[in-house]
């Protein structure tokens, strides 16, 4: 089973340690125990929600808020850029969700 | 103190007490119309490498930057090149390096003649230097005491920060729980951590230090809207530059941080240190900071440090001259697929085949390995990428004793 790792006992998210599928339960490992199905495809490293995230609350990992969430997020869901933005970067929320790359910068 | 960190090797030993794992000759350009000779002089010798200020003006900063690399522990000679016309003064630079007790030479290729006369005038003289400082350097016995260890992270990815970095850090807490120091730099990845890093500090004065250097580095990303993080950190899983910062500040472990030193500054004394890379104030520009890995690597072997653990989730292919850059990921399918340009696969700790405590006893024993001669992987393959760039930085204040990287 695919594991998830959570870093610190007041984090809603955990990390993947390997590729999930839609549907595939993970097994959460760290400062958490047992068993989450993703709702979407989640790649090794990326984050899935461990608790409900409304709207403007905190994302936290390591302890620590890394940005809060832009849209409501629901246990099993991939947390990235379509749905928490930093604290501090301006550009964040312009950025592709799946190649990363900035929006906002115009190639013509 | 357990293996490996009681481990001794031969080091060479440099006039200010300071011991290097390399013995190294450094041709140094002073402007990029000399930068062809100047490789052309390096190329096929063994243990002659280049580094090379681009511009023809100087500036402080960058005179600065050079001469620490020029008197860097792992250099025991210097051989300054220019094209005849810059602001920049290969003699001065000698000279400099002269006082530092190592031999040293320089000339202006206008005044030598063309590319191939001027080539084969440097190749004399770096043989001969290489000849000299072989014969002459005392060899000492040398261990983790006598280290600084620098950390960077670039290519960062969801595991950098789960376990490559957390290597780096409890390797770090070893190297400095044994006399040694280590330095991390990357304050733009130290963005959204200020209550974080201000817990470190072991007094008050460190923490008015870093306090400094942290709202500064605000600042700065605020006002030129670039923070220190990039769609393949994205692409690898982080979201946002608070979380990047969080999994890039695991490197500095879990010592209390000494304070906070300057670009071309060594540690006033051993511990753990942060490296301030960010421009002063009044020269606040878009690009200066971090622009690429090697700058930070530059930054790192200017503050002394004689081998640099590079941490890259992501992987990378680069090196460093003067101190060997040794590669760490967390991600073991990129130490499967980049085997041949990384050196250490943190991530079996995360498919549970070492706890991190092991991991970070096997990182020392690479490091003592480097440090005895044994040539990592990218020094094996010849990278040397180096980047000396225009930057200010205000010019530190010596009232902490031996701050001077000289």
Redo the contacts between chains.
Sequence with gaps: MTVA?K?HAGDNVA???ADAAPGCRIELRGEAGGVLPVNERV?????VAIAAIETGAQ?V??G????SATAPIAPGDW???HN?????????GG??V?????KDVAYD | MTEPFNREWSGWLRSDGRKGVRNLVLVIYTVQCAAHVAHAIAAGEEDVQVIGFPGCYDNQYAIRLVLSLARHPNVGAVLSVGLGCEYTQPARIAEAVARSGRPSDAFFIQDVGGTRSSTDKGKAIVRSLRERIGRETPRVPMGFADLTLGAECGGSDGTSGLVGNPAVGRLFDRVVDAGGSAICEEIVEMIGLREVILARAVNDRARGELAAAYAKAERYCREVRQYSVSPGNFAGGLTTIEEKSMGAFAKSGSRPIQGVIKVGEAPPWPGMWVMDSVPDEHFMQFGYTNPNDTEGIMDLISGGSQIVLFVTGRGSVIGSPVAPLVKVTGNSRTFARMREDMDFDAGRVLAGEMTLDVCADELGAMVADVAAGLPSKPEALGHREYFVMYKHQDTPDLDRGCRSAA
């Design positions: 790792f870093i990390t993947l340690l790649a090794l490293g990326h984050k994302v990992k390591f620590i808020p890394i940005g947390v990235h850029l928490c933005a930093s604290g501090f970067d301006e550009r964040s950025f592709d799946v190649t990363g790359a900035g």
